[in-house]
């Protein structure tokens, strides 16, 4: 349970997590790669990917992205975030998203701990795990 000590933090983190799905169902690249910190991490039962720079976020995340989540995929909702630990400038976060289809019907439902930071006075996703696709 987070203690409550570091709640800009715990804000800073979560409001970051709302703006990359904003950003992601907005197509929105520039934003959306502007909220993942580098190196980037994202663990998935498929195995461990690392980004090292924009250049290879650029050339694969959106397109990896599209892939996994299928050509029904419009958006993806938020549910819900719940902080599980925090400091001044890490903060994990475990989150639930569903897919959902251009009606707004779900896709799947996936719950994932992302690992935000504050780097350069902005929060961003250093790392995430699910089990999603």
């Given at each position: 349970?987070a203690?409550?000590?570091?709640?800009d933090?715990?804000?800073?983190?979560v409001?970051a997590?709302?703006?990359?799905?904003?950003?992601l169902?907005?197509?929105?690249?520039?934003?959306?790669?502007?909220?993942l910190?580098?190196?980037?991490?994202?663990?998935?039962?498929a195995?461990?990917a690392?980004?090292g720079?924009?250049?290879?976020?650029?050339?694969?995340?959106?397109?990896?992205?599209?892939?996994?989540?299928g050509?029904?995929?419009?958006?993806?909702?938020l549910?819900s975030?719940?902080?599980l630990h925090?400091?001044?400038?890490?903060?994990?976060v475990l989150?639930q998203?569903?897919?959902?289809d251009?009606?707004?019907?779900?896709?799947a439902?996936?719950?994932?701990?992302w690992?935000?930071?504050?780097?350069?006075?902005r929060?961003g996703?250093?790392a995430?795990s699910?089990?999603a696709p």
């Open positions: 349970m203690s409550g000590h570091w709640a933090s715990e804000r800073g983190a409001g997590i709302a703006d990359f799905m904003a950003a169902n907005a197509r929105d690249e520039g934003r959306l790669l502007d909220l910190h580098l190196p980037h991490v994202r663990i998935s039962g195995g461990v690392i980004w720079s924009r250049g290879e976020l650029e050339a694969t995340y959106l397109r990896d992205f599209y892939d996994r989540a050509p029904d995929w419009h958006h993806t909702v549910d975030a719940e902080v925090s400091a001044e400038r890490k903060v994990h989150i998203f569903t897919r959902c251009e009606s707004g019907e779900a896709i439902t996936y719950r994932s701990l690992i935000m930071t504050l780097e350069d006075g929060w996703a250093q995430r699910s089990f």
